[in-house]
């Protein structure tokens, strides 16, 4: 610090100046003798290859270090792990590393088919190697889908899937809070104008008996500006017979085959015109447009033992509303647009989605110790290994208690959940792993309650024409594709997301809509349905 | 001006190791000369005054307050609004969940070598290119200015900058801290404009019949009278690498090379990765709540060690009386 | 000091006096003749320490400024990683015709120049009478408890900020939404609104900074001569006039150069504070051409776009620059370059 003194007078003389220099020198030649251990070697000094391997892992996730199964995957692969753990602004850092073409050996949770779009020459083509990845290979043969979301249209694979068990078929549950519904004497609604009566007399009846009027009855989080999010109120299509799945966050669904938009589909407006009588009633939280997932969940916890939203969309009724209050509430079943309505309701359907993923894994082209790498990754695909990727360490997180079969423990940290305690002990849902068929699993108590959660659902996801009405979630488009669409979106959202938070708040969606159709055909939606056609149309027929 | 000007100036000079005395002028007391005429108008500009004081000084110290009381409240009660005066809910989890993660010790280190041995680097680099260009016998220096001046605005962007610290073997270097962002211009700019205003010419003057050049001229007469605007730039220079976090996230693959702000962005970044998230992440509500309170903590954590740079900077903003002994 | 520095400055004395004296004779004769032309050989003589103390800045900036600016290029060509950064193709002004032609280019320069010049105006003038109030306050405990808490906040991170805005306007409980309710002024919901958004912006703005950019202006106050105050007072002078007639003076050099930087940041508004305070309601007034980059350039790699609309973004600030610069010359005869 002394040195930093320059304004005192007579310390700084020329000599001051030279020692100043001289200790910054000095600490820089130190520091960099220090830090820099050769970052490129391919090898250690007894032979064993070196692997550099990024991870972009969960910040909760603890150090790579102190996961047990790290050390069975050296030891399987007779090779040492030089572990790069990113678990903030990944995508940033992604750009960089790609666009001047540095990557290390192997990228985990961290690629997807969008970069090899671009940077695909950068990454290994996977598929002339299957034959050293055994587990990989069989994993393919076993489960077409898992090789079908990887393969790239001339065939290459540069990205490894994951494959899980046991996750739902959507994210986002409606609940209704039963004890308010009992306390106001009334029946789980099945139509939007009974949900509708609910709710004014959850305003108007004091359902949590607290005395004052500080019931919401129906609350969400602000819809983002680049389109609908899980747990949103554009859930409410379903209702309409409307199939949402994949994309449907910018709108996308698929119709009989045909890709369509729903920002400018009749029955968007009709659930509009629904919010809108529902806000001009004062039934939805004044803040719903404007507070965040994390305060709206903070304030669906309620005080105490008193609840204070009654009708809202959440994981599970626990993760929502706290333990606390999770047993007023109850997973709410189909609800009809209108009580005569002929066309059956449906479902948000993600089975895909949540099931797998294709970012898991990629080797660089440009890997010193491709054996290495590759029977690394082969390793992820063993069973157990894969449990433990998921789910945590055998012995501790998890145990196996049959030949093929495990079960998940619950978290050795009683203050934690079972969805937090993965994520805190592993890297969890994307990293590389195959979860088999026939593994018998006792399931985390988070998946139990939501498989749970969703029963009441069942008969509105059954509803769904699975061949002709889903938006697969990995469809393949070129980067110009990818371009076009993201830069039509964004104007396209901009204007959607306003006016639907608008009309919804101050009303006027019969009076506007057809200048707001003709405003989303100018910016382009037609352009961008067209180019989702043509990638479905491919997709369906590969 | 001149006669009294230069003869003190040089005398004082050789009389004291360069140290020009300010004889009977900064030892009075500021607030004797006021005490003799106070007329009911100065008492009026003083209510005004110092209503406006306490009208700063409360609508920012709220705000700062609540920052304490939410870091060791429940998260619930804070995002509901509840937690007002006093905190509610109290735990110190957000504290622990900072403080127990070793990396953060890690990151302090590094931060601190980083800000300390940045900063010298870049006082050493800007203080006499700003006095150099404040000359205005330096012909050529708008130009070199202008030269400065565009790199303010127009940069090459990220992957060239990328490519370029790839070629000189910054990447993953701590050196990427201190090297790159030598001179910040606007600073530059700033030190100039001090030397160029309040720096008499005199004393220029003086120096040359002296016969000191320009270095000694600098480091003898200017460096001791500008203790002010160096404490200033070197504030501005050492919060800048105390901050800087994108420099890390872009060019350090190593995480014991991380600067706190790094660590900390990480152990904060645990909620948000989960908001509305995409189907596969979704839940972890648990999680969350604690995070949020790790949020108000982190502030706490990385803006203490400055609380304690800041009066000790502040104490050169007194000695600029001097110039004014010379002046006069 | 070491015996060591003390011969060395013997020496120097001496040699000193030998120069003084060619110096002086320099010195008369440049009176003489005027300020002629100096010949190259003279001028480098005379001033190569001032060239030598500015050098290794201007290396700095030449190698890692100047160095990756061939990358500005991405602007007219096409992006293709296979080619390498500059190999993809020539395509001229597309890029930047396709910004202008941006159903949102309108709106987005509305809204950035709207926010960034109430940010520019308020957050030039706020520290500057913060500045003056301080130097105001006689008691220097109270002078330091004041300075460092107006600047703390200037090390709040954006995140915070943001939320503790949220949470401080919330509707009906918040703190700033029953404080103002009691002064009249009213809102459903403050975050909602899209003609609150601005001011909300540079309030909070000038809030967090007010301080901090307060400090450069301090500086420049104690460095005002109190024999100015002594001598105003004599004539008679009020505290009103003394700031009048002595301390704005002070600063008003520092503020001419502050006012010219700040001109050359017009379309410049911070990316994150306002992305996340934006919301469905309020997207109409809070789109800004960095938030907008963003979304299309960051989440796609679109180099190509965003660099031309960050170029776009350079060329319209550094003309305000030189604007402001060339006035500045003009008006006061001092200025950037």
Redesign the interface.
């Known amino acids: 610090m002394r040195n930093i003194r320059f304004g005192e007078g007579p310390s700084f003389s020329r000599k001051g100046l030279k020692t100043a220099i001289a200790a910054t020198l000095a600490a820089s030649t130190l520091v960099s003798v220090a830090a820099c251990g050769g970052n490129d070697t391919a090898t250690t000094e007894d032979g064993k290859p070196v692997l550099n391997i990024a991870v972009a892992k969960h910040s909760l996730t603890k150090k790579m270090s102190q996961m047990k199964w790290v050390s069975d995957l050296e030891k399987e692969c007779g090779c040492v792990i030089k572990w790069q753990e990113v678990s903030s602004d990944w995508d940033q850092k992604k750009q960089a590393w790609f666009a001047a073409g540095n990557v290390p050996d192997m990228i985990l949770k961290g690629v997807n088919m969008t970069d090899m779009a671009t940077y695909g020459s950068l990454f290994e083509d996977l598929s002339d190697d299957l034959d050293k990845m055994p587990n990989v290979k069989e994993m393919f043969e076993q489960v077409p889908t898992a090789k079908k979301i990887v393969t790239e249209s001339d065939g290459k694979i540069h990205i490894l899937p994951s494959v899980k068990k046991g996750w739902p078929t959507t994210v986002s549950h409606l609940y209704i809070n039963q004890k308010w519904l009992d306390a106001v004497g009334m029946k789980m609604p099945t139509t939007w104008d009974e949900l509708y009566d609910v709710l004014v007399a959850f305003k108007e009846k004091d359902p949590n008996g607290n005395g004052k009027a500080d019931e919401v009855p129906f609350d969400f989080h602000s819809p983002g500006t680049g389109g609908f999010g899980d747990y949103q109120p554009h859930l409410l299509l379903g209702s309409l017979g409307l199939t949402l799945s994949s994309n449907s966050g910018t709108g996308y669904f698929v119709d009989d085959n045909k890709v369509q938009n729903f920002f400018i589909d009749e029955r968007f407006k009709e659930v509009i015109e629904f919010l809108n009588k529902c806000w001009s009633a004062g039934l939805i939280n004044k803040e719903a447009f404007t507070h965040d997932y994390s305060t709206a969940q903070s304030f669906a916890r309620g005080e105490g033992d008193t609840a204070k939203v009654g009708v809202t969309w959440g994981w599970t009724a626990s993760d929502r509303f706290g333990a606390q209050l999770a047993d007023q509430y109850e997973p709410v079943g189909p609800l009809k647009a209108k009580a005569d309505q002929t066309e059956p309701v449906v479902g948000e359907y993600r089975k895909d989605s949540l099931a797998y993923n294709n970012i898991a894994l990629a080797i660089s082209a440009k890997t010193k110790n491709k054996e290495a790498a590759l029977k690394v990754a082969n390793a992820f695909y063993g069973e157990d290994m894969s449990i433990e990727l998921l789910w945590g360490d055998l012995g501790t997180d998890t145990e196996k208690t049959g030949d093929h079969s495990y079960k998940v423990l619950p978290p050795a940290d009683s203050s934690k959940d079972s969805s937090t305690w993965k994520w805190t002990e592993t890297l969890a849902d994307d990293s590389p792993s195959w979860i088999r068929e026939d593994d018998e699993i006792e399931y985390p108590a988070d998946l139990i309650e939501v498989q749970e959660d969703e029963k009441p659902m069942q008969s509105a996801f059954d509803a769904v024409d699975t061949k002709n009405d889903i938006m697969p979630a990995f469809l393949q488009l070129s980067a110009d594709d990818l371009k076009t669409i993201q830069l039509n979106n964004t104007t396209i959202l901009n204007t959607t997301m306003s006016k639907f938070s608008t009309w919804v708040t101050k009303g006027g969606v019969d009076k506007e809509w057809d200048a707001y159709v003709n405003t989303l055909k100018k910016a382009n939606i037609e352009q961008n349905i067209e180019i989702y056609q043509k990638a479905y149309d491919d997709y369906m027929k590969s | 001006m001149s006669a009294t000007a230069t003869s003190p100036a040089s005398k004082g000079l050789d009389a004291s190791n360069g140290k020009i005395q300010a004889p009977g002028r900064a030892d009075i007391p500021e607030n004797k000369k006021h005490i003799t005429q106070r007329t009911p108008g100065d008492w009026v500009i003083d209510i005004i005054i110092w209503a406006l004081v306490a009208f700063v000084i409360v609508s920012i110290i709220y705000p700062l307050w609540f920052v304490i009381i939410a870091s060791v409240s429940n998260q619930t009660l804070v995002n509901n609004g509840q937690v007002l005066v006093l905190p509610k809910g109290f735990s110190w989890y957000g504290y622990e969940q900072i403080f127990q993660d070793s990396r953060i010790w890690t990151g302090y280190r590094n931060t601190i070598l980083y800000a300390v041995v940045g900063t010298l680097l870049n006082l050493v680099i800007t203080l006499p290119a700003a006095f150099a260009l404040s000359r205005s016998e330096f012909r050529g220096r708008r130009l070199i200015m202008l030269f400065f001046t565009i790199t303010m605005f127009v940069n090459g962007g990220l992957i060239p900058t990328y490519l370029l610290y790839k070629q000189v073997g910054l990447i993953d270097s701590w050196l990427v801290f201190i090297i790159p962002c030598a001179v910040n211009v606007y600073n530059l700019i700033i030190a100039r404009s001090f030397f160029e205003t309040s720096i008499p010419e005199e004393l220029h003057d003086a120096a040359q019949i002296d016969g000191l050049g320009y270095f000694s001229y600098f480091v003898r007469i200017v460096l001791p009278l500008s203790s002010a605007i160096v404490a200033v730039i070197g504030l501005y220079y050492l919060v800048q690498h105390w901050n800087d976090f994108f420099t890390g996230l872009i060019y350090i693959n190593t995480y014991e090379k991380q600067p706190l702000q790094m660590v900390l962005r990480d152990i904060l970044l645990a909620n948000s990765a989960f908001a509305g998230g995409s189907g596969s992440t979704a839940g972890a509500g648990y999680g969350q709540e604690l995070a949020d309170q790790i949020k108000y903590g982190v502030i706490i954590a990385s803006t203490l060690p400055l609380l304690v740079i800041y009066p000790f900077i502040q104490k050169y903003f007194n000695k600029g009386v001097m110039i004014g002994a010379i002046k006069g | 000091?070491s015996a060591e520095?003390q011969g060395a400055r013997a020496d120097?004395r001496a040699?000193?006096?030998?120069?003084?004296a060619k110096?002086?004779r320099a010195?008369e004769l440049q009176k003489q003749y005027g300020h002629r032309k100096l010949g190259f050989k003279q001028?480098f003589k005379r001033?190569w320490?001032?060239?030598?103390?500015?050098l290794?800045?201007?290396i700095?900036?030449a190698?890692?400024?100047?160095?990756?600016?061939?990358?500005?290029q991405?602007a007219f060509r096409e992006f293709d990683?296979?080619k390498g950064?500059t190999g993809g193709e020539w395509v001229g002004f597309k890029y930047f015709k396709?910004f202008f032609d941006?159903?949102?280019f309108g709106t987005l320069m509305i809204n950035t120049v709207r926010i960034s010049l109430w940010t520019l105006v308020m957050g030039f003038i706020f520290p500057i009478i913060?500045a003056l109030?301080?130097n105001?306050?006689?008691?220097?405990k109270?002078k330091?408890f004041?300075?460092?808490?107006?600047?703390?906040?200037?090390?709040?991170?954006t995140?915070?900020v943001v939320?503790?805005i949220?949470?401080?306007l919330?509707?009906?409980?918040?703190?700033l939404t029953r404080a103002l309710g009691v002064i009249g002024i009213h809102s459903?919901?403050f975050?909602?609104d899209p003609n609150l958004f601005t001011p909300i912006y540079w309030i909070s703005e000038v809030?967090q900074h007010v301080?901090w950019n307060s400090?450069?202006y301090?500086?420049?106050l104690?460095?005002?001569?109190?024999?100015?105050?002594?001598a105003a007072?004599i004539d008679g002078a009020?505290?009103?006039q003394l700031i009048r007639y002595v301390d704005i003076p002070a600063i008003l050099?520092?503020c001419g150069?502050?006012l010219i930087?700040n001109m050359?940041g017009v379309l410049n508004v911070g990316f994150e504070k306002v992305f996340l305070m934006?919301?469905?309601?309020n997207?109409?007034a809070s789109?800004v051409i960095s938030t907008?980059t963003y979304?299309?350039g960051?989440?796609?790699?679109?180099?190509s776009?965003s660099?031309a609309i960050?170029?776009f973004n350079?060329l319209i600030?550094?003309a305000f620059?030189i604007i402001a610069n060339q006035v500045s010359r003009k008006v006061s005869n001092?200025g950037?370059?």
């Open positions: 000091m520095a120097a040699k000193r006096e030998a120069q003084k110096d002086k010195a001028t001033y320490q001032l060239w030598a103390m500015a290794p800045a201007v700095f900036v190698i890692f400024n100047y160095g990756p600016m061939y990358g500005i991405l990683f296979t950064l396709q941006s159903p949102l913060l109030l301080i105001q306050i006689h008691s220097s109270v330091g004041v300075q460092t808490i107006t600047y703390l906040p200037h090390f709040i991170s995140v915070v939320s503790m949220n949470l401080f919330k509707p009906d409980v918040g703190v459903d919901n975050m909602g809030w301080g400090i450069i301090l500086a420049a104690s460095s005002v001569d109190t024999a100015l105050y002594e007072k009020g505290r009103l050099p520092t150069v502050l930087l050359g934006q919301n469905t309601l997207i109409d789109e907008y979304k299309i960051l989440l796609q790699s679109q180099f776009y660099t960050g170029l350079m600030n550094f620059l001092s950037i370059f």
